[in-house]
């Protein structure tokens, strides 16, 4: 499963980190969304290859984020 953030746009509300620790966190430099960092594509904090484990509490993150940044495939 593809996971993306868009950082840029993230309010640092904290509810993709709090539905999903596995697959998101805060990023400690500014407080927004980064996707964890075991999980990152070369190292991209907006970008990430999850397993399909994660799938139901990836969309679930996507769902209640109030900016609709995160993007599941």
């Known amino acids: 499963?593809?996971?993306s953030v868009d950082r840029d746009q993230c309010i640092s509300c904290s509810l993709c980190?709090?539905?999903?620790?596995?697959l998101f966190s805060e990023d400690p430099a500014d407080g927004k969304?980064?996707?964890?960092e075991a999980l990152r594509l070369g190292g991209d904090r907006e970008k990430a290859e999850a397993?399909?484990?994660l799938r139901d509490a990836g969309q679930s993150a996507a769902a209640n984020?109030?900016?609709?940044?995160i993007h599941i495939d």
């Open 33 to 36: 969304c980064s996707v964890a």
């Open 1 to 3: 499963m593809k996971v």
């Open 17 to 22: 980190w709090s539905d999903c620790p596995a």
């Open 65 to 69: 984020c109030p900016i609709s940044i």
């Open 51 to 53: 397993p399909d484990s």
